[in-house]
């Protein structure tokens, strides 16, 4: 072989390698792939038995229950919206604690729609006792007189219609593609999202371009929402606004930080197994978020507490699988809903106290108002929880970044070896074939987003 054609392999091989590399660069994106554990859907709700089962409690309950079923995504699903109240009780909506929750923003974390439908079991089965006396009967009254809860239970239906009927359980986005929880008006289409259509983060056309995030808007302009929480699964962290790029950059914090944070240590600290790690999203995570649903609910429409729970992850996954990484397995179902849901019980506690003393002590329509503090400073109390989720977040990112700087290393040590074979016009290294395999390491290589 003379070395002419040596040196034509050689630019041909440097070219299928910086190809490989680029596509292990965007591998952020989760693509189909065969899952080493499935759900078994008699243990985990399948998207018609969420429908069904949905409907079967608004039907019975609807003296406390009701679908507001309007709210439907781009392909006609409903999102199954429901409002938990006592309708004929003397307070009226705007003096109870009116809070609303989401679920099922990401397709392929089903676990925060299981660990719905475990609180409105709890609810309901106290609505039955209602009149008897029981324990179970005096927390619901106890929630349904004093509460106002808007529950978004399906958020994205096509994402999940998408997911089960594909069998790809990977799937983030809506049935396009789009990650809903880059498409909020708040630092919409920064760094922190994607305009790539095959991106897993792909934010759509424009904020708000998907009738799936219409609904928060609409109900936001309608309801003055004391607290909003958007629940999620793929790691065990709460987070307080906020999450953009900008934010990160300028270490920017919400007005409320002072009582969101008490109100995330008593969440954290509610959990029967181990405390949550919590703290400021941009300190807690290495990565930013662009146009999230909590951010928008901070930052346009003052909503006093809002917080991304990410309610469940797996302690040491490993592979490439997504279901078992984002839920747990079907056996262990139960008793790990049945491990979180003391944190809604702590949540509306704290904030039933909040609103008596905050209506006992001021006027509403002043001290609702959230905006961006400007000074930056903290309340003394709380620096040891920021001080916390500052740690936290060095220790993650130290993690995440490990696999990427090997990535990056071969890369350099690849092309650094194309140049300089390529100068001298030599083949050597092809005869002995140290080349690591990409593919393999692509495998490890998931930063798989989860807010
Ligand atoms: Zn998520």
Same mark, same amino acid.
């Given at each position: 072989m003379n070395s002419d054609i040596k040196y034509r392999i050689l630019i041909a091989w440097c070219t299928f390698v910086l190809i490989i590399f680029q596509q292990n660069v965007r591998s952020e994106k989760i693509t189909f792939q065969k899952e080493n554990y499935t759900p078994d859907y008699s243990f985990y709700h399948n998207v018609t038995s969420i429908v069904s089962h949905m409907t079967k409690i608004v039907n019975k309950y609807g003296k406390y229950i009701n679908l507001k079923d309007e709210f439907r995504s $781009?392909? /006609?699903? @409903?999102?199954?919206v429901i409002r938990i109240s #006592?309708?004929? =009780? !003397? $307070? =009226?909506g705007r003096d109870k604690v009116q809070i609303l929750f989401a679920f099922g !923003?990401? %397709?392929?974390?089903?676990f925060p729609v299981e660990s719905m439908f475990y609180f409105l079991k709890n609810l309901t089965r106290g609505l039955d006792e +209602?009149?008897? /006396? @029981?324990l179970s009967g005096a927390y619901s009254a106890w929630v349904v007189n004093n509460f106002d809860i808007y529950i978004? /239970?399906?958020?994205n239906p096509d994402g999940r219609y998408y997911l089960e009927e594909s069998g790809n359980y990977c799937w983030r986005g809506t /049935? &396009?593609? *789009?990650d809903l929880n880059r498409n909020f008006d708040w630092n919409f289409a920064g760094p922190g999202s994607s305009k790539d259509s095959h991106d897993e983060e792909f934010r759509g056309p424009r904020p708000f371009s998907e009738p799936e995030t219409g609904v928060f808007i609409k109900l936001a302009a309608k309801i003055s929402f004391d607290a909003f929480l958007s629940f999620h699964s793929g790691i065990r962290q709460i987070y307080l606004p906020f999450a953009d790029t900008k934010s990160k950059q300028q270490n920017r914090l919400p007005e409320n930080i002072d009582h969101m944070l008490k109100l995330a240590r008593r969440m954290s600290h509610s959990s029967p197994s181990r405390p949550f790690q919590f703290g400021l999203a941009h300190r807690l995570i290495d990565y930013s978020a662009d146009g999230t649903s909590f951010d928008y609910m901070a930052g346009? %429409? &003052?909503?006093?507490f809002s917080l991304a729970v990410e309610m469940w992850g797996h302690e040491n996954h490993t592979g490439s699988s997504c279901f078992d990484e984002f839920n747990p397995r079907s056996e262990h179902l139960q008793e790990e809903v049945a491990l979180v849901h003391p944190l809604y019980v702590e949540m509306l506690s704290y904030l039933l106290t909040w609103k008596t003393r905050k209506s006992a002590a001021r006027n509403r329509a002043s001290s609702t108002l959230i905006r961006v503090r400007k000074? #930056? @400073? +903290?309340n003394s109390e709380h620096q040891q929880d920021v001080l916390y989720a500052s740690q936290t977040s060095r220790e993650i990112s130290r993690s995440a970044s490990f696999e990427s700087q090997i990535i990056y290393v071969i890369f350099a040590l690849v092309v650094t070896g194309c140049v300089i074979l390529g100068v001298r016009h030599t083949c050597q290294l092809m005869r002995k074939k140290? *080349?690591? =395999?990409l593919k393999s390491l692509s495998l490890t290589f998931s930063l798989c987003k989860h807010l």
């Amino acid at each position: 072989m003379n070395s002419d054609i040596k040196y034509r392999i050689l630019i041909a091989w440097c070219t299928f390698v910086l190809i490989i590399f680029q596509q292990n660069v965007r591998s952020e994106k989760i693509t189909f792939q065969k899952e080493n554990y499935t759900p078994d859907y008699s243990f985990y709700h399948n998207v018609t038995s969420i429908v069904s089962h949905m409907t079967k409690i608004v039907n019975k309950y609807g003296k406390y229950i009701n679908l507001k079923d309007e709210f439907r995504s $781009k392909a /006609g699903h @409903s999102q199954l919206v429901i409002r938990i109240s #006592n309708f004929t =009780s !003397e $307070k =009226s909506g705007r003096d109870k604690v009116q809070i609303l929750f989401a679920f099922g !923003e990401h %397709a392929r974390e089903f676990f925060p729609v299981e660990s719905m439908f475990y609180f409105l079991k709890n609810l309901t089965r106290g609505l039955d006792e +209602l009149h008897q /006396g @029981s324990l179970s009967g005096a927390y619901s009254a106890w929630v349904v007189n004093n509460f106002d809860i808007y529950i978004i /239970g399906m958020t994205n239906p096509d994402g999940r219609y998408y997911l089960e009927e594909s069998g790809n359980y990977c799937w983030r986005g809506t /049935g &396009s593609g *789009i990650d809903l929880n880059r498409n909020f008006d708040w630092n919409f289409a920064g760094p922190g999202s994607s305009k790539d259509s095959h991106d897993e983060e792909f934010r759509g056309p424009r904020p708000f371009s998907e009738p799936e995030t219409g609904v928060f808007i609409k109900l936001a302009a309608k309801i003055s929402f004391d607290a909003f929480l958007s629940f999620h699964s793929g790691i065990r962290q709460i987070y307080l606004p906020f999450a953009d790029t900008k934010s990160k950059q300028q270490n920017r914090l919400p007005e409320n930080i002072d009582h969101m944070l008490k109100l995330a240590r008593r969440m954290s600290h509610s959990s029967p197994s181990r405390p949550f790690q919590f703290g400021l999203a941009h300190r807690l995570i290495d990565y930013s978020a662009d146009g999230t649903s909590f951010d928008y609910m901070a930052g346009v %429409a &003052s909503v006093p507490f809002s917080l991304a729970v990410e309610m469940w992850g797996h302690e040491n996954h490993t592979g490439s699988s997504c279901f078992d990484e984002f839920n747990p397995r079907s056996e262990h179902l139960q008793e790990e809903v049945a491990l979180v849901h003391p944190l809604y019980v702590e949540m509306l506690s704290y904030l039933l106290t909040w609103k008596t003393r905050k209506s006992a002590a001021r006027n509403r329509a002043s001290s609702t108002l959230i905006r961006v503090r400007k000074d #930056n @400073s +903290l309340n003394s109390e709380h620096q040891q929880d920021v001080l916390y989720a500052s740690q936290t977040s060095r220790e993650i990112s130290r993690s995440a970044s490990f696999e990427s700087q090997i990535i990056y290393v071969i890369f350099a040590l690849v092309v650094t070896g194309c140049v300089i074979l390529g100068v001298r016009h030599t083949c050597q290294l092809m005869r002995k074939k140290r *080349i690591v =395999s990409l593919k393999s390491l692509s495998l490890t290589f998931s930063l798989c987003k989860h807010l």
